[in-house]
């Protein structure tokens, strides 16, 4: 590069020369211009040879970082891959996984794996469980960027007084917006052995409002998706249009993926937190948008001061011992940070920043024998083979880009 820069410094010297000597050359006697002589004539030929021979190291060098540009181009593109072996591996242990139903990588916006196991199709919607914590996140985020919500710290008293008029209630009229996303309400959890007799209440938020209080708002994280569907109820409110038409034109459109509606609890309400259904490219471009810090493309969709706040610790889960931010799951995997959509029976949306890493992948819903053992193996699955995958590519690319060196063909 300084050689390029030292040629390029000649080319304007010998242009000053020139100019300088043929003026001095041509001018005559009393300030008029004489004819040509021949030793001006000589001198312009020498000065053009000259630049021509600058001029073309000049455009050589242009050509060879243009070429160094390209080839680094090419190595960039090349690490959008997976490690071929380590690929091979993780296929093969997909397969071995019989409740498995998709599987989709894709590395800095590239998709770079889509596979369907078991009967599976591109456009079968999957159910995706809990994972739709994820997205109800996502809602409360637009929905603060656009005004409809003030504040986090917010009570949900003031949205709900028709619930929590009884004497006993002041404790729970102080719970907040982020306490709900938190799962720190401090109400007795609806899921789990609860979550049957919940859903065949009449009235799914009331249920949720009645339950007692186990613990002081903003405290221990008491997991419950009665705290998510209270969310929904609150949106609703809120932005006076219902969760599914908010998430349609507000993030399913944008994303340019469709969104069925799904569960309504007996007052209309859309269930927050479970039963959205999102086809596996869908989950994909969510994962994308928050791995983006919510933009597509030119279009901020999610505000970045959202993504940044919801994939914070904000409380941990006493059984798994898993971190939790607004709606997101916080791991590491392979030594890399990672935040995660999760739903029963596994279904993920996995985003790994540091490697640029985005991670779908859906699976058979229903309880059963090896639920459980499933989800571990997707979790190793994660770490053993993509992760390895990714990592491995990446770093032998970097070693060949490492190895092409502008001053080696410059000099």
């Known amino acids: 590069m300084r050689r390029l820069l030292n ?105 770079v794996e889509e596979q369907y196991f078991n009967g599976a199709r591109p456009t079968h919607a999957a159910n995706l469980k809990s994972a739709s914590k994820s997205l109800l996140s996502a809602l409360v985020g637009i929905a603060l960027d656009r005004g409809y919500l003030k504040s986090l710290q917010d009570p949900i008293g003031k949205y709900f007084p ?23 309400s401090g109400l007795e959890g609806t899921s789990n052995v609860n979550y ?35 969310l929904s109820a609150l949106l609703t409110k809120a932005t006076k249009m219902s969760t599914f038409e908010f998430a349609r034109r507000y993030l399913a459109d944008p994303l340019g993926v469709p969104l069925p509606p799904w569960v309504r609890d007996p007052q209309g309400i859309y269930l927050g937190g479970n039963e959205m259904h999102w086809a596996p490219r869908g989950m994909l471009a ?24 919801s994939l914070k610790p904000r409380t941990r889960s006493r059984w798994s011992g898993r971190e ?32 640029r890493l985005v991670v779908a992948a859906t699976s058979l819903p229903a309880p059963g024998d090896g639920r459980r053992e499933h989800q571990r193996a997707i979790y190793n699955l994660l770490e053993q083979e993509i992760v390895s995958a990714v990592d491995n590519a990446s770093s032998r690319e970097q070693a060949t880009a490492a190895k092409v060196s502008f001053m080696d063909i410059l000099n």
């Not at 003026?23 to 000259?50: N, Q, V």
């Not at 928050?290 to 706040?309: M, T």
């Open 324 to 355: 939790y931010g607004y709606g997101w799951w916080i791991d590491s995997f392979g030594g890399h940070a990672t935040y995660y959509a999760w739903g029963h029976g596994g279904q993920f949306i996995f985003v790994v920043p540091g490697l």
């Open 196 to 230: 049957g007799r919940w859903v065949q209440s009449s009235n799914w938020v009331r249920h949720v409002l009645t339950r007692p209080l186990i613990d002081e708002p903003g405290e221990r994280m008491i997991y419950s998706t009665g705290n998510s569907h209270l």
């Open 286 to 309: 969510f994962g994308e948008l928050y791995l983006n810090r919510g933009r597509l493309g030119g279009k901020q969709v999610v505000s970045e001061a959202w993504i940044n706040e």
């Open 162 to 184: 028709e619930h929590l008029s009884a004497p006993g209630d002041p404790k729970k009229k102080t719970i907040t917006i982020e306490d709900l996303l938190t799962m720190r």
């Open 7 to 111: 040629d390029f410094r000649q080319v304007v010297t010998l242009e000053c020369l020139y100019r300088g000597s043929i003026s001095e050359l041509a001018w005559g006697e009393h300030g008029r211009t004489a004819a040509p002589s021949m030793r001006e004539r000589r001198t312009k030929r020498s000065f053009i040879e000259m630049m021509k021979s600058t001029m073309f190291r000049i455009v050589l060098g242009v050509l060879v970082i243009v070429g160094i540009s390209m080839t680094v181009s090419k190595v960039q593109a090349q690490s959008m891959r997976l490690d071929p072996a380590l690929r091979a591996r993780a296929l093969a242990r997909a397969e071995e996984l019989p409740r498995l139903r998709s599987l989709l990588i894709s590395i800095d916006g590239r998709l």
